[in-house]
């Protein structure tokens, strides 16, 4: 059992009582932009704020609706859950919203928001929906290989990259499907998902023999390169990194381990080895003493952090806590420290989408910077290389683990003192949006600074991991669920013999 429930029983009625008042106060921001969606772009993908209409931007079948369905479950919005499955229930796949499918994200926004709404809620639509949907993406995967294209165009069938003329992908777009499709198969009975899904790690691992031949891309045991060609099965490139283009695939080697109720082992050695070598390759100690992540390149190290790293503490913690691995718990904490801080140091307290630190005795990571990130070094120990913030949610969903895992405190308040950094910098007329620079607060320059950005992650995952933080621990428990990369829960109940 975690320790979310121990630390649960300590709680004070005074500490109870803050939270209440504080998931309440998330929940009304929640509903807040929920009603400028409902009033402006209800069933569209995203809702453009500012101009006060609707975005196609997911091939028009409502991703943020179909994103947000557990969410107004788990904040017991059932009134506008059930006029949401009422949409749901007439959504025609076959109609692309003359848009290629993005493979990786219909899967993550769309099919998990399904499965995740039916396993909440008992409604078979969604699950006949999800079954759907996914049936129309398996034509990506009829390749030589069964390595799947980026995009799809769902008429026809056709797959192909998204820089046109290439088979170039990323590690994330080949491997965050095992989640989805193991629970699609369970569900079903069919295997074939997820035979798919465990497939393309197997071709990655046959195409690609560690350090064979002078050419190898992959050279360090489990750390493998980000960049991928599809037709081929090799690594296109030789730099590796737990960000951007490769995070969810880790993430979910370990969680699929989780959710098939730690059986199947291949996903849990490939984590391990892969945290080992992260751990001796892909850390460097900044000038002001946090351990952080970066790019790797055989063994050389870019101090370059983008903001999805920020999922490896919270992901690592919870590995840890299953494996029972006080260091790599430890490891996850320092990693958690580091990513706070770039949100800490700013005076909007949001965290920029990218920053590079610079690493303790080495000298060149400074003097190779222009006087702009030297001067932004000066002030905050590292410069910005995207100093935006999009309400990227992967900072708050560790915060959230790991109070969840430890019950300290400190990481609750943190996740309160981003949610009031966003009131003040992102809440606008009608919902919420991205601000442009996170080096000013607008309580102190009186303007709003936006980026007219309003993902279906907004909903999906923003607000619900700090909606989560504060409410009842029995909420969505770690004991009970494991959440996929768009934070679609998933239950951990369902028996596995290694049959579906």
Same mark, same amino acid.
């Given at each position: 059992?975690?320790?979310?429930?121990?630390?649960?029983?300590?709680?004070?009625?005074?500490?109870?009582?803050?939270?209440?008042?504080? $998931?309440?106060? !998330?929940? #009304?921001?929640?509903?807040?932009?929920?009603? =400028?969606? *409902?009033?402006?772009? @209800?069933? &569209?993908?995203?809702?453009?704020?500012?101009?006060?209409?609707?975005?196609?931007?997911?091939?028009?079948?409502? $991703?943020?609706? !179909?994103? #947000?369905?557990?969410?107004?479950?788990?904040? =017991?919005? *059932?009134?506008?859950? @059930?006029? &949401?499955?009422?949409?749901?229930?007439?959504?025609?796949?076959?109609?692309?919203?003359?848009?290629?499918?993005?493979?990786?994200?219909?899967?993550?926004?769309?099919?998990?928001?399904?499965?995740?709404?039916?396993?909440?809620?008992?409604?078979?639509?969604?699950?006949?929906?999800?079954?759907?949907?996914?049936?129309?993406?398996?034509?990506?995967?009829?390749?030589?290989?069964?390595?799947?294209?980026?995009?799809?165009?769902?008429?026809?069938?056709?797959?192909?990259?998204?820089?046109?003329?290439?088979?170039?992908?990323?590690?994330?777009?080949?491997?965050?499907?095992?989640?989805?499709?193991?629970?699609?198969?369970?569900?079903?009975?069919?295997?074939?998902?997820?035979?798919?899904?465990?497939?393309?790690?197997?071709?990655?691992?046959?195409?690609?023999?560690?350090?064979?031949?002078?050419?190898?891309?992959?050279?360090?045991?489990?750390?493998?390169?980000?960049?991928?060609?599809?037709?081929?099965?090799?690594?296109?490139?030789?730099?590796?990194?737990?960000?951007?283009?490769?995070?969810?695939?880790?993430?979910?080697?370990?969680?699929?381990?989780?959710?098939?109720?730690?059986?199947?082992?291949?996903?849990?050695?490939?984590?391990?080895?892969?945290?080992?070598?992260?751990?001796?390759?892909?850390?460097?100690?900044?000038?002001?003493?946090?351990?952080?992540?970066?790019?790797?390149?055989?063994?050389?190290?870019?101090?370059?952090?983008?903001?999805?790293?920020?999922?490896?503490?919270?992901?690592?913690?919870?590995?840890?806590?299953?494996?029972?691995?006080?260091?790599?718990?430890?490891?996850?904490?320092?990693?958690?420290?580091?990513?706070?801080?770039?949100?800490?140091?700013?005076?909007?307290?949001?965290?920029?989408?990218?920053?590079?630190?610079?690493?303790?005795?080495?000298?060149?990571?400074?003097?190779?910077?222009?006087?702009?990130?030297?001067?932004?070094?000066?002030?905050?120990?590292?410069?910005?290389?995207?100093?935006?913030?999009?309400?990227?949610?992967?900072?708050?969903?560790?915060?959230?683990?790991?109070?969840?895992?430890?019950?300290?405190?400190?990481?609750?308040?943190?996740?309160?003192?981003?949610?009031?950094?966003?009131?003040?910098?992102?809440?606008?007329?009608?919902?919420?949006?991205?601000?442009?620079?996170?080096?000013?607060?607008?309580?102190?320059?009186?303007?709003?600074?936006?980026?007219?950005?309003?993902?279906?992650?907004?909903?999906?995952?923003?607000?619900?991991?700090?909606?989560?933080?504060?409410?009842?621990?029995?909420?969505?428990?770690?004991?009970?669920?494991?959440?996929?990369?768009?934070?679609?829960?998933?239950?951990?109940?369902?028996?596995?013999?290694?049959?579906?």
């Amino acid at each position: 059992m975690f320790a979310e429930f121990v630390a649960g029983q300590c709680t004070t009625e005074e500490d109870k009582y803050v939270r209440k008042q504080r $998931a309440e106060a !998330v929940k #009304s921001g929640f509903l807040y932009a929920w009603d =400028g969606y *409902k009033k402006y772009a @209800y069933g &569209a993908d995203e809702i453009d704020v500012l101009n006060k209409r609707p975005k196609t931007t997911r091939n028009g079948w409502g $991703a943020t609706l !179909v994103d #947000s369905l557990d969410v107004l479950w788990l904040m =017991g919005l *059932k009134d506008e859950f @059930y006029r &949401a499955r009422d949409f749901v229930a007439d959504i025609d796949f076959s109609k692309d919203g003359g848009q290629l499918a993005k493979v990786f994200e219909t899967n993550i926004r769309y099919v998990g928001g399904l499965l995740s709404a039916y396993e909440l809620s008992g409604d078979k639509v969604f699950l006949k929906k999800a079954v759907e949907l996914a049936d129309l993406l398996m034509p990506a995967f009829d390749t030589p290989l069964g390595l799947p294209w980026q995009m799809l165009n769902i008429t026809t069938g056709m797959g192909s990259s998204e820089t046109q003329g290439t088979t170039r992908t990323n590690l994330a777009e080949i491997g965050t499907f095992q989640m989805e499709f193991f629970r699609l198969s369970q569900l079903t009975h069919n295997a074939k998902y997820h035979e798919a899904a465990q497939n393309v790690i197997s071709v990655m691992l046959r195409m690609n023999p560690l350090g064979e031949g002078s050419e190898s891309k992959y050279t360090i045991p489990g750390m493998y390169p980000l960049n991928f060609d599809m037709i081929t099965g090799k690594f296109a490139g030789s730099t590796a990194y737990w960000g951007g283009g490769g995070d969810s695939f880790y993430e979910y080697l370990i969680k699929t381990w989780v959710l098939s109720g730690c059986m199947l082992q291949r996903d849990l050695d490939l984590w391990t080895e892969s945290i080992q070598s992260f751990q001796r390759f892909g850390v460097a100690r900044s000038t002001d003493g946090y351990l952080f992540p970066g790019l790797v390149d055989g063994t050389k190290f870019n101090p370059y952090v983008d903001t999805f790293t920020n999922f490896l503490p919270g992901t690592l913690g919870l590995a840890s806590r299953l494996a029972g691995s006080k260091t790599y718990f430890a490891l996850a904490e320092e990693l958690m420290e580091a990513g706070y801080s770039v949100f800490d140091k700013m005076p909007s307290s949001l965290g920029a989408e990218a920053v590079r630190f610079v690493r303790e005795n080495v000298s060149s990571d400074y003097t190779a910077l222009n006087e702009r990130a030297r001067a932004e070094v000066d002030k905050y120990a590292l410069s910005l290389e995207r100093p935006y913030y999009l309400l990227r949610p992967e900072l708050i969903e560790s915060l959230f683990y790991m109070y969840r895992l430890t019950g300290k405190s400190i990481y609750a308040d943190r996740v309160w003192k981003i949610w009031q950094g966003i009131q003040r910098n992102c809440r606008v007329e009608n919902g919420y949006v991205g601000t442009a620079n996170v080096t000013v607060d607008a309580s102190v320059t009186g303007i709003k600074d936006t980026i007219d950005s309003t993902e279906s992650f907004v909903f999906a995952e923003t607000f619900l991991y700090i909606y989560l933080t504060f409410a009842d621990q029995d909420t969505a428990s770690l004991d009970k669920v494991v959440f996929t990369t768009e934070a679609h829960p998933l239950s951990r109940a369902y028996a596995f013999d290694g049959n579906f």
